[in-house]
């Protein structure tokens, strides 16, 4: 009591067959071919190779202003520390004076 039911389904092979070519070059490790073939086929191509050229651009800036962003941080930490340990140092100065004087 087998029904096999088989719907025909209209296959576009020029697109379906230009994204496997595509997926096949970068799996097989194309290198700079599979990139190449990529961005030259697909329809988004042109914006995305600029894209991942500007990111690849800002990371160096990036990783630099991460880096100075933690070293101000780190140095505003020891600056409110000290002026911390300084005003009790000079509140315990002054309880002292009015004290003994």
């Known amino acids: 009591?087998?029904?096999?039911?088989?719907?025909?389904?209209?296959?576009?092979?020029?697109?379906?067959?230009r994204k496997r070519r595509?997926?096949?070059?970068?799996?097989?490790?194309?290198?700079?071919?599979g990139g190449r073939l990529l961005s030259a086929s697909s329809d988004e191509g042109e914006p995305w190779g600029r894209r991942t050229s500007r990111r690849r651009r800002s990371r160096p800036f990036m990783r630099l202003a991460a880096g100075l962003a933690f070293c101000v941080c780190v140095v505003s930490a020891a600056i409110v520390l000290w002026l911390f340990?300084?005003?009790?140092?000079?509140?315990?100065?002054l309880r002292l004076e009015m004290d003994g004087g």
């Open 1 to 17: 009591m087998e029904s096999a039911v088989h719907a025909a389904v209209p296959l576009r092979v020029g697109k379906k067959m």
């Open 22 to 33: 595509e997926l096949d070059a970068l799996v097989g490790g194309g290198g700079s071919r």
């Open 85 to 93: 340990v300084d005003v009790r140092r000079q509140i315990s100065s």
